[in-house]
């Protein structure tokens, strides 16, 4: 398996394998403020980014959406979602290429919002829980 970062020129054709598992990372929680179409759209003009994780096969079997959000003290590297099946095994590998695209952003940090099932597994590989996401839907 490997992790590799997909260029926005070739996100198009590879949408059919990742299609799935981000439609259903949408229905857990990331389509309250994203579409499908938006992210396609998002990725293949680069104001999003995607590193897959393929199989053997070359197959995607995991994708991770970034996005790049600009404040006050400089950049923050977003982690939007995690959607696909997760390799426990992989998540070091995962974040180390996660943390050098943060650094060849100029990112001074990297964020995300994740469901309750995962804060766990995050805490225990070291990151912080700051804050509580509470939404009121109109």
Known sequence: MQWCNIEPRLVRDLWPQVQGHIRRGMKRGYGDT???D???KALEDGRMQMLGLQDD???MICSIILG???RDKGPVLM???VAGKW???EIAKAEEIIVDHAHSLGAHKIE???RLGNVKRLKDRG???KAVVMEWSL
């Open 127 to 129: 990151w912080k829980s």
């Open 57 to 59: 096969d070359a197959k």
């Open 38 to 40: 938006g992210t396609l």
């Open 34 to 36: 994203f579409t499908e």
């Open 87 to 89: 390799i426990d095994e």
């Open 68 to 70: 790049l959000e600009t």
């Open 112 to 114: 995300t919002i994740s």
């Open 79 to 81: 982690v939007l979602m």
